[in-house]
């Protein structure tokens, strides 16, 4: 996963959602009365992901729609076999302590369909915004699980206006290590892009060094 937090967070517009019922799961960093309910959260990805839905079925970003896109990749090399860094990786409920501002993760559902796992979720991180601040910012995403493939697809969306995307594909390349290769594209208003894929690209790099620091130190 990840998102353009520290971009957003000065930015932040609040949710006024209504609660809905939803069956979800939660994991978090540390235990804290401070966070949503999973139904308000998961009102919360559903208003998101209405605002996701129509502002890619809109016409493509460009300087005419006051939008941009760009797309990073990056590359990494494990020494571990590629089911055990695929697990890792695929799994956003394992990713706390790889993402350090990640606090909270919701899933609201998990999907299975013909050999592959859909699963939506949101993620909370407290971002510091300076003076002692921390704001929480949520990430409502969609991660797609080929597991026979070893690849995985996420689109995520954070306010304002911030959507995310990101191919994982991982490749054993033989003696017990694994290629991981992922290709982001950051799609953003044009105030934000320049910080949005400096933060979002940087968030990405800390996270896969992490993610080798501790599945290597097993």
Excluded: N
Aim: aromatic share 8%; net charge negative; glycine share 4%.
């Amino acid at each position: 996963m990840r998102s353009p937090s520290l971009v957003v967070a000065a930015l932040l517009l609040s949710s006024c959602a209504t609660p809905s019922p939803s069956s979800s799961s939660s994991s978090s960093a540390s235990s804290s009365s401070s966070f949503l309910t999973d139904e308000v959260y998961a009102a919360h990805f559903a208003q998101a992901w209405a605002a996701y839905t129509a502002q890619t079925a809109s016409d493509p970003p460009d300087r005419k729609t006051s939008r941009s896109r760009e797309q990073r990749t990056l590359r990494i090399e494990i020494d571990a076999p590629v089911d055990e860094v695929f697990a890792v990786f695929s799994d956003v409920h394992q990713h706390f302590g790889l993402h350090p501002l990640l606090r909270h993760v919701v899933t609201h559902a998990l999907i299975d369909d013909d050999g592959r796992r859909e699963r939506r979720f949101t993620a909370v991180e407290d971002v510091p915004v300076g003076f002692g601040v921390v704001v929480p910012i949520e990430t409502h995403a969609v991660t797609r699980i080929d597991a026979a493939r070893h690849r995985y697809t996420t689109e995520s969306w954070t306010d304002p206006a911030t959507i995310t995307r990101q191919i994982f594909v991982f490749t054993d390349v033989g003696d017990g290590v694994t290629r991981v290769d992922e290709t982001i594209t950051f799609e953003a208003p044009l105030v934000l892009m320049p910080t949005a894929v400096d933060g979002g690209f940087g968030a990405h790099t800390r996270f896969m060094t992490a993610a080798k620091q501790r599945i290597e130190a097993r």
